[in-house]
């Protein structure tokens, strides 16, 4: 049984931070790739940010960049999404995933957080 959860989500104003993280069990984390999707009412889910399995490599959407750091921790099966000077548009609900690739390909997705910011 492979599990995410998630938690760090909330109720933020403009300009402010976040960190959500994420816990991975009944799996091994260190063999996945780690992503943050989100998605806001009415919108399609949309990939935030991405790190490769030992950290090596990180990819985030054009709409992020330069705002939000993923990073992961594989000795805690943790990853991390730091969110600082939020905006409005930042508003939605963030999802966890766990992708490994190869012959037999998993997914795992977690149950999201909501962020919401506003003044």
């Known amino acids: 049984q492979e599990q995410l959860v998630e938690s760090g989500g909330g109720l933020v104003q403009p300009g402010g931070s976040l960190r959500l993280s994420c816990v991975a069990s009944g799996f091994s984390f260190s063999s996945y790739v780690m992503s943050w999707y989100r998605q806001a009412p009415g919108k399609e889910r949309e990939l935030v940010a991405r790190i490769s399995t030992v950290g090596g490599t990180t990819n985030y959407a054009d709409s992020v960049k330069g705002r939000f750091t993923i990073s992961r921790d594989n000795a805690k099966s943790t990853v991390y999404l730091l969110m600082n000077s939020l905006k409005p548009e930042d508003t939605a609900v963030y999802y966890c995933?766990?992708?490994?690739?190869?012959?037999?390909?998993?997914?795992?997705w977690g149950q999201g957080t909501q962020v919401t910011v506003s003044s």
């Open positions: 995933n766990a992708l490994r690739g190869g012959w037999d390909r998993r997914e795992s």
